[in-house]
């Protein structure tokens, strides 16, 4: 019995081989997840949210215009607006329009978000040293190709 189909308790194997797979992905994500949702909580924020944070950070002091910040997140999300306006609730982001074009809402981190994020760094590579610290540097080199081949239809670049 496959280690999936034992977990989830299924009676029977899984129909394809693509299936389980697609499975065994979503069931890991979930169970990585975890222990991030517990560093992060405590902090008011959600993988989202600290997503946003990581985008503007890397974006420095020229931000980014709004409607860019969705496009680099890791997991997309339909309204990117809400997430920005609770960060900026908190006074973790600032926005500001365009002088020459209104239409343009840049976003720039703040100095209290750049602090949470500095308090944040290390508890969260902590979490990922001890969820894939396991691994050697080969196979998280390849687990890292095998995902990013799984994520491209055949024949993609």
């Known amino acids: 019995m496959a280690a999936l189909q034992h977990e989830v308790n299924k009676k029977r194997p899984f129909e394809l081989a693509e299936q389980e ?3 065994n992905l979503i069931r890991t994500a979930a ?3 975890g ?3 517990g560093v992060l909580k405590p902090h008011g924020l959600t993988p989202s949210t600290y997503n946003v944070l990581r985008i503007l950070r890397g974006s420095g002091k020229a931000g980014r215009h709004a409607s860019d910040i969705g496009c680099d997140m890791v997991v997309r999300v339909p309204d990117v607006t809400r997430l920005v ?3 900026e609730h908190r006074g973790l982001v ?3 329009r365009s002088t020459s074009d209104r239409r343009v809402v840049i976003v720039r981190i703040s100095k209290q978000g750049l602090g ?3 308090k944040l760094d290390e508890p969260v590579m902590q979490v990922h040293r001890e969820q894939l610290g396991h691994l050697s540097d080969d196979e998280l080199r390849t687990l890292n190709g095998l995902l990013v081949k799984a994520r491209k239809a055949e024949g993609e670049d």
Do not use: K, T
């Open 85 to 87: 306006d609770r960060l």
């Open 35 to 37: 222990p991030l949702l």
């Open 31 to 33: 169970d990585l997840e």
């Open 116 to 118: 949470l994020l500095r």
């Open 21 to 23: 797979a697609f499975l």
């Open 94 to 96: 600032e926005r500001e």
